[in-house]
């Protein structure tokens, strides 16, 4: 368990330095696009697609690092006050809610990027930006956001049976 924790949570580390990275290069593209139609009034016909295409790849993979690094929304008006046992409970509570929804998700993104590939769809613009990659991205997404959703339940799992933070997860001094 605590290698396929290890794995997982790497694979999303990862995927949200690449995410970092895809970033700036959407500002810069865009940067390029607002300095070329408005100094030199000579529009591109790429960075609305370029952008597209980043917007995509930042959250099909940012989901991933959101998770791992705890940065979702959530109402901590409760959640801070109760016990270490009591959170890992409510966690695990709402990740049931989540795999049955990511599940449906990532079954309809793989139905649809198979569709895209069977059809070799591609978008209606100048460029002509093929959509089975997009719509595969995005169902990789989507498995990686499940993997990450099942490295956190089994944290929580440790943390209900030990009752101390998950190894990996204890601050220096504990």
Known sequence: ???????IDSISQIAGECTKWILCIMVFSLMFEVVARYIFNSPTIW?????????????????AYAYLSDSFVRVDLLYEKFSLRTKALLDIITFLIFALFISMTTWQCIVSAQTAWEKHMVS?????????WSKTIVAAGCVLLMLQGL??????????????????????GQ
């Not at 368990?1 to 794995?7: D, P, R, S």
């Not at 209606?124 to 089975?132: A, D, E, G, I, Q």
């Not at 944290?155 to 990996?168: G, S, W």
């Open 47 to 63: 960075v609305a697609d370029i952008c597209e295409q980043c917007v995509i790849l930042i959250g099909a993979f940012g989901g």
């Open 1 to 7: 368990m605590k290698k396929a924790v290890k794995v």
């Open 151 to 172: 490295s956190v339940l089994f944290k929580n799992l440790y943390v209900l049976r030990y009752n101390e933070p998950y190894p990996a997860n204890r601050k220096e």
């Open 124 to 132: 209606s613009t100048v460029l002509r930006v093929p959509y089975y």
